[in-house]
């Protein structure tokens, strides 16, 4: 990981930086939230403190730990001890190999998600996820996307939370459960996609809904977190709003932002390619402007519960740091998934994502190949690869099954850079207030 990691760890160390850049993150509240939902946290009225768990522990994990574990002890209504799931596993540290677990114990730093950032001592890092989660009210899940299907059952179990009887989100002895998502990535589902939000919602039989915070990047100095929300919105102030780090409400629009958060790091791959290639700004410049472009048809068009679809507040997110903002630092900045997609550019695809990902990252996980998968298999199930040109060539040569061999050393020619890559046509129209389809 060196770079990138050590780049990350540095800048984000520095939170007593001035808001220069509000950039680069959004979070979002369920939309659909009940009014007890609503209420705000304990400790107003006697309520019991809520207890907070993060359920993840990288380079995003440790960045959002360190922000949230302040603010349980500076705001009212929390409970001062956080805990934290960690992965287990051995680190060399000091020379000597050690449990990661224990070391950030001992040493209140994530030497290797996180090196050199102070981790605040409140925060207390458990290696068991049951015992991580016991008895917590509210849970935030950060950890790479693939890695979500295994642990909601253990989490699920160890807070009560059954698939019949009881209220949804309550578990035993009534303590109301809740969650915030910071996880960027999308499931398959029956409908071809699935968002994050719904399959935790799902795996904590219906416990979920504090909200839906579609993250920041760990490396900024300053960061916005706007969050589409209906719901406990002083709840997420409470806990992720820093001098350096602020959250900004959108409302109902919680499953666009959820995908931007997905997609951008699809079109991030896109972008990096231009870098490997050589090619210029104009040219990366047209690719992350179609890139936005295709994030909103499919946004608009291929969620799940387009029903219930509020363009205006889609089209506020997308101006947004979980819109723009988020696009433009991981398609330019200290980004994993751009690292890794020049190099493959650049090297014409000779070591494959896998590869990439194990020698470059150490230990960090790439989003952007799975959910470009993901995202193609939505696009293909709907028979639409032609309204999607962009998200489409960045899939096939680099990643879909015919494209490896010949078709990686055609990321350039005949691949993401024919002419008829770019520019949203077949149809599609901007109305003012939504994209529409002749
Ligand atoms: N790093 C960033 O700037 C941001 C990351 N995110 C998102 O947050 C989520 C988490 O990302 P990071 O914290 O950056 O993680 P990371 O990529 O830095 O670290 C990987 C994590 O996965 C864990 N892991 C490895 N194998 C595992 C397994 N079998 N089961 C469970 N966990 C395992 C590792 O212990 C480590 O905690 C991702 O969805 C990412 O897209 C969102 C915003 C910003
Ligand atoms: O989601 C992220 C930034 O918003 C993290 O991006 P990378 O995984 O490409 O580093």
Same mark, same amino acid.
């Given at each position: 990981m060196a770079d990138t990691g050590a780049g990350i760890a540095s800048a984000h160390a520095d939170e007593s930086? =001035?808001?220069?850049?509000?950039?680069?993150?959004? #979070?979002?509240?369920?939309?659909?939230?009940?009014?007890?939902?609503r209420q705000p946290l304990g400790g107003g009225g006697g309520a019991a403190p809520e207890r907070v768990a993060i359920v993840g522990s990288g380079n995003w994990g440790s960045a959002i730990a360190r922000i949230v574990g302040r603010n349980v002890i500076e705001q009212e209504g929390f409970e001062h001890q956080i805990r934290q799931w960690v992965f287990p596993e051995k680190v060399s540290h000091n020379g000597v190999e050690a449990c990661l677990t224990e070391v950030i114990n001992k040493e209140h730093e994530n030497v290797k998600y996180l090196p050199?950032?102070?981790?605040?001592? !409140?925060?207390?890092?458990?290696?068991?996820?049951?015992?991580?989660?016991?008895?917590?009210?509210?849970?935030?899940?950060?950890?790479?996307? $693939?890695?979500?299907?295994?642990?909601?059952?253990?989490?699920?179990?160890?807070?009560?939370?059954?698939?019949?009887?009881?209220t949804a989100g309550v578990a035993p002895g009534g303590r109301r459960i809740r969650?915030?998502?910071?996880?960027?990535?999308? &499931?398959?589902?029956?409908?071809?996609?699935?968002l994050i939000s719904d399959h935790i919602r799902e795996g904590l039989c219906g416990a979920v809904p504090l909200g839906l915070a579609d993250e920041d990047y760990a490396s900024c100095r300053a960061a916005g977190l706007s969050v589409t929300a209906d719901a406990?919105? &002083?709840?997420?102030?409470?806990?992720? !709003?820093?001098?350096?780090?602020?959250?900004?409400v959108v409302r109902n629009a919680s499953a666009t932002v959820e995908l931007c958060g997905a997609l951008k790091n699809v079109v991030a791959l896109g972008a990096a390619f231009c870098d490997g290639l050589g090619y210029g700004g104009n040219t990366k410049a047209a690719i992350v402007r179609t890139g936005l472009a295709e994030m909103q048809v499919f946004a608009q068009r291929l969620?799940? &519960?387009?029903?219930?679809?509020?363009?205006?507040?889609?089209?506020?997110?997308?101006?947004?740091?979980?819109?723009?903002? &988020?696009?433009?630092?991981?398609?330019?900045?200290?980004?994993? !998934?751009?690292k890794?997609?020049?190099?493959?550019?650049?090297?014409?695809?000779?070591?494959?994502?896998?590869?990439?990902?194990?020698?470059?990252?150490?230990?960090?996980?790439? $989003?952007?190949?799975?959910?470009?998968?993901?995202?193609?298999?939505?696009?293909?199930?709907?028979?639409?690869?032609?309204?999607?040109?962009?998200?489409?060539?960045?899939?096939?040569?680099?990643?879909?099954?015919?494209?490896?061999?010949?078709?990686?050393? #055609?990321?350039?020619?005949?691949?993401?850079?024919?002419?008829?890559?770019?520019?949203? =046509?077949?149809?599609?129209?901007?109305?003012?207030?939504?994209?529409?389809?002749?």
């Amino acid at each position: 990981m060196a770079d990138t990691g050590a780049g990350i760890a540095s800048a984000h160390a520095d939170e007593s930086m =001035s808001m220069g850049s509000m950039t680069s993150c959004e #979070s979002l509240l369920d939309a659909d939230l009940g009014g007890a939902s609503r209420q705000p946290l304990g400790g107003g009225g006697g309520a019991a403190p809520e207890r907070v768990a993060i359920v993840g522990s990288g380079n995003w994990g440790s960045a959002i730990a360190r922000i949230v574990g302040r603010n349980v002890i500076e705001q009212e209504g929390f409970e001062h001890q956080i805990r934290q799931w960690v992965f287990p596993e051995k680190v060399s540290h000091n020379g000597v190999e050690a449990c990661l677990t224990e070391v950030i114990n001992k040493e209140h730093e994530n030497v290797k998600y996180l090196p050199g950032v102070k981790l605040p001592e !409140n925060l207390v890092a458990e290696g068991d996820l049951a015992l991580a989660v016991k008895d917590a009210t509210i849970l935030i899940f950060v950890l790479p996307h $693939q890695f979500l299907g295994r642990v909601l059952p253990t989490v699920a179990e160890a807070l009560g939370l059954t698939k019949s009887g009881g209220t949804a989100g309550v578990a035993p002895g009534g303590r109301r459960i809740r969650a915030v998502s910071l996880i960027k990535g999308v &499931d398959k589902g029956p409908d071809g996609l699935k968002l994050i939000s719904d399959h935790i919602r799902e795996g904590l039989c219906g416990a979920v809904p504090l909200g839906l915070a579609d993250e920041d990047y760990a490396s900024c100095r300053a960061a916005g977190l706007s969050v589409t929300a209906d719901a406990d919105t &002083d709840t997420l102030r409470l806990l992720f !709003n820093r001098p350096t780090f602020r959250v900004t409400v959108v409302r109902n629009a919680s499953a666009t932002v959820e995908l931007c958060g997905a997609l951008k790091n699809v079109v991030a791959l896109g972008a990096a390619f231009c870098d490997g290639l050589g090619y210029g700004g104009n040219t990366k410049a047209a690719i992350v402007r179609t890139g936005l472009a295709e994030m909103q048809v499919f946004a608009q068009r291929l969620r799940c &519960d387009a029903s219930a679809f509020d363009a205006t507040a889609s089209s506020r997110a997308f101006l947004e740091s979980c819109g723009i903002g &988020d696009l433009m630092t991981t398609c330019y900045g200290a980004s994993r !998934n751009r690292k890794c997609a020049e190099m493959f550019a650049r090297e014409s695809g000779k070591r494959s994502w896998e590869q990439l990902e194990a020698e470059e990252l150490g230990g960090m996980k790439l $989003q952007g190949p799975s959910t470009a998968v993901e995202a193609f298999g939505v696009i293909k199930k709907k028979k639409c690869a032609r309204k999607f040109p962009l998200l489409t060539t960045i899939y096939r040569p680099s990643l879909s099954p015919g494209g490896e061999g010949a078709g990686r050393a #055609s990321v350039g020619a005949g691949g993401i850079l024919e002419p008829r890559g770019f520019g949203l =046509s077949d149809g599609w129209s901007w109305t003012g207030t939504r994209w529409s389809y002749d």
